[in-house]
């Protein structure tokens, strides 16, 4: 044999050697594609109606894994809001196992303001608007519908491009204290009316005292809608 032929015949034995090696080991990209693919499976299924992002931090590619045989085992052990620890284990031909972490983003269609908003203010469809935002750490605590927050009113100030929460909003006074009110005495199908004026804030259903402003008295009644009280 000449010394080309001997030459190429150690080329491609040390070519095959080095694929031969590359393929009894486990990639660092195989293992962050599974755990990747797993994490959008399993974050997706938590909250169907999100948009999933995942990133994972690389593994080291100095860890010399056998390529496992059977489908790796990837378990969520750790979970802190947007940083996820996954658990990667392989059973055979040999047992090993490592810890990958990656950052998770959980995107979904929400109601934020359109605009600095005051506290009492009463909400208009002008004040809000549907963005994608990630609520990750939110624990669902926010809204997707503006059916649901229109005519609710601010109890804190807000910013602009907020994500709202049921902490930031309550129901609308139906009636303040000092306004001017219609007191309603129903007897049968006879309705008396008279003006009064409410001692109390209240909501719709609420029992408030209302001062009588032709007699004086004070007395207590039932706010049945917006500036419109009924003596029980």
Known sequence: MNTVNLTLVVLFLATFLAATAVSARMLPEDIEQQVHDTLIYEFNTRSPESRIEATINPVNPALDLPRCQTPLEISLPFNSGQRVTAKVTCHAPSFWSLFVTAQIKQLVDVIVTSRPLARNTRIAPSD???????????????????????????????GSDQIISSRMVEHALTVSRGDQVSLESRRGSLVIRTSGIALEDGLTGEQIRVRNEQTGIEIRAVITAPGVVQVP
């Open 128 to 158: 809000i608007r549907i963005v994608e935002q990630d609520v990750i750490r939110m624990n669902g605590d926010y809204f997707t519908r503006e059916q649901d927050l229109v005519g609710k009113q601010v109890r804190r100030p807000m």
